[in-house]
């Protein structure tokens, strides 16, 4: 079903290979140009060439260097979309809704745009002709009209609701031990490699002991709440974000005689304790729970371990990412680590240690990022191409944001007085 726009499909009768205009860069893609050099180059006004990346139209036409990352304008809605919503919204929402496109790699193709938009004191400013020459560049390529609907997979403000993607979806981005949390990557040449590390290196961490009472405060579907309980003989009590979560943890338990009971989500569902650890490993959400209710769980001398993502220095006024809303609520920002550290030690727990993970989760995430494209026409399958695309933008933008410093991950180590 179509709104009367062209899309790339629909233009394509002569579909053998390009018209010579298009390829000499003539066609949609170049009257495409005074748009963006403006917006991606600022008042240089240099020529196509200079772009930090390709673009491709819906007619085949396309500008910009042939080795660079190339994005792909699918259908002029997209255009729409920058219209109304210019920047970092209308391009997520044009890309969740399959209107725009990357190729080839999806890291250098974010980084060349993030790179460009994030240089200088401050956005670039468009004067009043930039505005009316972008205006007329939309109408000549039927570009205006009402404003698009976001997609539905973006999710409203406040809405904690768990996203619905199957286990099977997981388990292609995570691996088939579905373990969420960062992977420790020092001699490790795979992702359950480095992943089994971690687990090591946490229950370590964490002192267990055989018997010892574990409370697994983010369980996902088991990982290292059944690493702890076969290995180390310890007892887990594990909440889970969703009933399928859940219900495959006790499956794994069950399978493997462990010590393991999966739980809901709400804290009060860890009862009263006292247990000899807790863990709290974050995915796309942080685990968020009060520090003084988990001081109140654990024992005297019990250990405490979280693994949270930290807010770093934002460019432009401290905005968050657009992205992270499509997979968490707005009120999940991250919040700095001397905050989280002051909550905890107000609570009257100690913080002997903190460890940064920043580098070990960016090539985790990159890694998660590599099994969904490796398992792109499955994942699109079982949980739609929008939600896949979702991950697939959410797990590279972070990615990206470690690697420049942006986003921190840390492993933060607490004991409660005795």
Known sequence: MHDGDATWNDTRAEPSAPAPEAAA????????????TKIMLGEERASADDLPIRVRAWDGSAIGPAAAPAYVVRHRRALRRLLWKPGELGFVRAYVAGELDIEGDVFA??????RVMGAGDGPI????????????????????????????????????APPGEPTAFFARIFGDGLAHGTGRWAGAADLDT??????????ERLGLFPGARILDLNCGWGAFALHAARRHGARVVGLARTP??????????AAAGAAVEARGWDLAMAGDGPYDAIVGLADAASVG?????????LAPGGRLVLEESTGGPAPHGGRRAITAGYLVPDGAEPRRLGALADELEDAGLEVPAVTTLREDHARTLRAWATGLQHHWDECAELAGPGRARVWLLYLAASALACENGRTGRYEIHAKRRI
């Open 25 to 36: 860069g003539a066609g949609v893609a170049a009257r495409l140009v005074p748009l963006l």
């Open 109 to 114: 193709a974010l980084d060349a745009v993030q």
């Open 125 to 160: 400013r468009l004067s009043g002709d930039d505005k009316r020459d972008i205006v007329r560049t939309a109408v000549t390529l039927g570009a205006v009209g009402p404003e698009p609907k976001a997609p539905p997979e973006e999710r409203g403000n406040g809405d904690a």
């Open 194 to 203: 480095a992943q089994s590390t971690a687990h090591e290196a946490l229950a």
């Open 244 to 253: 399928g979560q859940a219900e495959r943890v006790r499956t794994a338990a």
């Open 289 to 297: 729970r009060p520090a003084s209710r988990l001081a109140g769980l």
